[in-house]
């Protein structure tokens, strides 16, 4: 098995996968020493993969005055490489695509050169394509290199979807993944029920992106009966997460204790109080009270406050934490202390920083 196939064989198996912050110096250039830190961060606390030029990159990296996409994935591949030969594990590669079905093509096209695993194809800001417009864009992506599907809530650009775009999306061969993050519970079964009807079930993983609801989506099994009787069952293997790009040694733990219950008929209370403890987390990093405003800058912050970015800038001068922001990532700082990696953080960052 070569290092591809092993890479997409584990994300069918299912990880943890953080979404990519992007590191920059406070003129706003791109800090490439930085960004090394954050990756040797992700991949030292046990991530399995890391999705990169995402919306937690900040989608402006593709706008011709920043043109960060191509030297951003350049140092993925050249520092995932490096844990590679140094760790002799696999952790999988994989880029965000995003734009008209041209610029979707080529930005896979250019993750395929720097042997990226696979596209997460973002349906963002595409008003004026049609579900059978954004499905022919995703089998072109898929010619050149398997797909992870995106189900992007329509506060930050997405929109929504009839459960016939996602049977179809199921149906296209080289879709290997579906990203479900629609911040919704109904949105979020029409994901599942398609991929578990699907005659490609077993093809396709499923990955949580509901940073409101990650712990419950891992534990869920979901079950739906055809008209001939058969049981058909789904579930999320992982996660893709911009949540996860803070505090991932903590997220790495819950996902292996995740896994320990599933098949298991009882599942810990405790659990279900962490995962409630989690998703208030989540709203204090992610800025719920003003329609997640300061959602990029708030990440940035944890990662300021641990010493792994020097601080939370971000390409748009006018984006940053919103009023109150620092205080309730203060609260939750303090209420939750057990979910924090910050003593993993101080014992480590030193080697990293080498």
Not at 71 to 76: C, E, H, I, K, R
Request: net charge negative; proline share 4%; charged share 25%.
């Amino acid at each position: 098995m070569n290092r591809h196939e092993t890479a997409l064989k584990l994300l069918h198996e299912g990880t943890v996968i953080p979404a990519l912050p992007l590191a920059l110096d406070a003129n706003r250039k791109f800090d490439p020493a930085g960004e090394r830190l954050l990756l040797r961060y992700y991949l030292n606390a046990g991530a399995g993969g890391i999705a990169a030029a995402v919306h937690t990159t900040q989608f402006a990296i593709r706008d011709p005055g920043i043109a960060l996409f191509e030297p951003l994935l350049a140092l993925v591949a050249e520092e995932v490489a490096r844990y590679e030969r140094e760790s002799g594990r696999t952790a999988v590669k994989i880029a965000g695509a995003c734009g008209g079905t041209e610029q979707a093509v080529r930005e896979a096209e250019t993750a395929a050169r720097y042997g990226f695993d696979a596209v997460l194809l973002s349906p963002g800001e595409l008003a004026d394509y049609s579900e059978e417009d954004l499905l022919e864009r995703t089998r072109k992506v898929a010619a050149v290199l398997p797909v992870v599907g995106f189900y992007l809530q329509p506060s930050v650009g997405g929109r929504l979807f009839s459960y016939a775009y996602w049977e179809a999306l199921c149906a296209i061969d080289n879709v290997v993944a579906v990203k479900s993050a629609p911040f919704n519970r109904y949105q979020t079964l029409d994901v599942v029920r398609a991929a578990a009807l699907s005659p490609r079930s077993g093809e396709i993983a499923l990955y949580t992106g509901n940073d409101d609801n990650i712990a419950v989506d891992l534990l869920t099994e979901y079950a739906f009966t055809r008209e001939d009787g058969q049981i058909c069952r789904k579930g999320f293997v992982g996660g893709l997460l911009g949540h996860w790009a803070v505090w991932t040694r903590k997220a790495v733990s819950l996902f292996e204790e995740i896994r320990q219950c599933r098949g298991k008929a009882e599942i810990p209370a405790e659990l279900l109080t962490r995962a409630a403890q989690i998703t208030d987390c989540n709203s204090a990093f992610f800025d719920t009270a003003h329609n997640f405003a300061g959602c990029i800058a708030g990440v940035h912050e944890v990662l300021r406050r641990q010493g792994l970015m020097k601080g939370i800038w971000c390409l748009d001068p006018a984006e940053g934490l919103s009023p109150g922001q620092a205080e309730e990532i203060d609260r939750v700082y303090r209420m939750y202390p057990h979910l924090n990696d910050d003593s993993f953080v101080r014992e480590n960052l030193e080697s990293w920083l080498r």
